[in-house]
């Protein structure tokens, strides 16, 4: 584990993008990539010392920071994140859809709603994080059909959530920024 947190990257235009380390973030500062930073976190990172100057380098690290030009360009920026079963049971919170009770990942399964044999899709939409007492008694049929009563609805989770979901100690003002951009149907979504 690092001394440092990850440090969130975001577009030139405020969209979050990616979790990186310090390295990548010292990477973005040493090429002249960050186009602004924000956040109430920063951190400096030393580096060796010039032999002409006897001065030991530094980089300046905010918890935020934008990246310029193209760096964004790629895969990454996808608007739907990947589904995987960590992530929805991080989305579902770690809740079964049917009995309520709240389960480590190891106790949890994917169900899909309306089940693959009937038509439906592995999709974001179509699955939600049940326990696997709940998941069998259903079986192959709907909610509906199994009378059974699903607690939540599914939905898609946005690149904010995503990156909620996918780093486990976020600092404050991290999640301060995310948070602002959640869904409304989000979860994740702080009360009033």
């Not at 009563?149 to 991290?174: F, G, H, M, V």
Request: a positive charge; charged letters at 20%; hydrophobic letters at 35%.
């Amino acid at each position: 584990m690092s001394a440092h947190p990850l440090i969130l990257t975001l577009d030139q235009h405020g969209t979050p993008h990616r979790w990186v380390s310090w390295q990548h973030a010292c990477f973005y500062y040493a090429k002249d990539l960050v186009a602004w930073a924000i956040g109430a976190n920063s951190f400096t990172i030393h580096g060796g010392i010039n032999r002409l100057t006897g001065l030991r380098s530094e980089i300046c690290a905010n918890s935020i920071i934008a990246i310029r030009g193209k760096a964004l360009v790629g895969r990454a920026l996808r608007p739907i994140p990947p589904l995987t079963n960590r992530e929805l049971f991080h989305r579902d919170r770690h809740i079964c859809a049917y009995c309520g009770e709240e389960l480590p990942g190891s106790r949890l399964t994917r169900d899909h709603v309306t089940p693959v044999s009937q038509g439906g899709r592995d999709t974001w939409m179509n699955v939600v994080a049940a326990c696997k007492g709940c998941n069998q008694h259903k079986s192959g049929r709907t909610p509906e059909q199994a009378g059974m009563e699903l607690l939540y609805a599914p939905y898609i989770p946005n690149k904010a959530e995503y990156l909620i979901l996918s780093n486990r100690q976020i600092l404050a003002d991290q999640m301060d920024f995310l948070a602002r951009q959640l869904p409304t149907q989000s979860r994740w979504k702080l009360p009033g």
